[in-house]
């Protein structure tokens, strides 16, 4: 259900922007019957405009419970962070502030140890961006205490011991393999 759920604020959050709250209420309107449809769990979209924020919402938290969405309702984004940690790249290159082809390493704390490939090429953040860091898809000790909140208890040290000891499947930059672990070290 959160795709989605995901999927309709997506779609219905554009066309927002030049609608007025008449408008508003027809976009409610069809939220509910998306979650009445069970299309969607439910879903809150939030719009500033002129200085005014205005929210819409429908549906409940999760199917079958019985506490509503409302405009103070807290979502977990989830993946949605890795395309919102991009855009932040993106907008850090246009600002010259980093350069794609920088060694992740150069951009970390100090005493962060990131792997070599034998082959000497470094990972960047472009090779993070695109999940072209050969880093493995989780961090090796990654074992969540609570699958509703998998990532409550990964402190940043383990994420900084886990990348110093994490082994690469490929060169960086030539294998494309999904992986939370680059997109965590990205971010």
Not at 11 to 26: E, S
């Amino acid at each position: 259900m959160r795709r989605s759920s995901l999927i309709a604020l997506v779609v219905a959050a554009a066309p927002l922007t030049a609608q007025d709250p008449v408008a508003d209420g027809a976009v409610h309107a069809t939220f509910e019957r998306w979650a009445r449809e069970s299309r969607i769990a439910g879903v809150a979209v939030g719009r500033l405009r002129d200085g005014a924020t205005t929210v819409i919402t429908a549906g409940m938290i999760r199917v079958g419970a019985p506490a509503p969405i409302t405009d103070s309702t807290t979502f977990e984004i989830g993946s949605i962070t890795k395309a919102l940690t991009g855009t932040l790249l993106a907008d850090m290159v246009l600002r010259r502030e980093v350069h794609l082809s920088d060694p992740v390493q150069l951009h970390l704390p100090e005493g962060w140890i990131v792997p070599a490939h034998p082959s000497g090429r470094a990972i960047t953040l472009l090779d993070l961006a695109t999940h072209t860091s050969g880093l493995p898809p989780m961090p090796a000790d990654f074992a969540p205490s609570n699958a509703a909140d998998p990532y409550a208890d990964y402190t940043d040290a383990k994420l900084r011991a886990s990348l110093a000891s994490a082994s690469l499947s490929s060169v960086p930059g030539t294998a494309y393999g999904y992986s939370n672990f680059g997109a965590a070290i990205l971010g």
